[in-house]
């Protein structure tokens, strides 16, 4: 079972960016889609950005012109910079694939908090 690792939440100053990291155990071109998701508190988990593997992405549409989702290959790692911050996007990202692009989302890292200060 391929396993994900997220890295790189924080606190930052709203305007502010941050850059996340998910580490893949396998290869992450196995994998059909990646994403990241978040959840705030008291709040539903929402999707926030996707990868596939051909490289097609989708935003949410609070997050479009601000956040990038991309990949580095070779370090089976996925990233997510997070620039313009704002207080809103405070929540603990997750880390997730579905690995047969069936919409089955059943890989999930363990999360890493991001908080925006105004």
């Known amino acids: 079972q391929v396993q994900l690792a997220e890295s790189g939440g924080g606190l930052v100053q709203a305007g502010g960016s941050l850059r996340l990291s998910c580490t893949v155990s396998?290869?992450?071109?196995?994998?059909?889609?990646t994403g990241w998701y978040r959840q705030a508190p008291g709040k539903q988990r929402e999707m926030v950005a996707r990868?596939?593997?051909?490289?097609?992405?989708r935003y949410a549409d609070s997050v479009k012109g601000r956040f990038i989702i991309s990949r580095d290959n070779e370090k089976n790692t996925l990233y997510l910079q997070m620039n313009t911050l704002k207080p809103e996007d405070t929540a603990v990202y997750y880390c997730?694939?579905?690995?047969?692009?069936?919409?089955?989302?059943?890989?999930w890292g363990q999360g890493t908090p991001v908080t925006v200060s105004s």
């Open positions: 396998g290869r992450i071109l196995e994998l059909s889609v």
């Open positions: 990868l596939t593997v051909g490289e097609t992405t």
């Open positions: 997730a694939a579905d690995p047969n692009g069936q919409n089955r989302w059943n890989v």
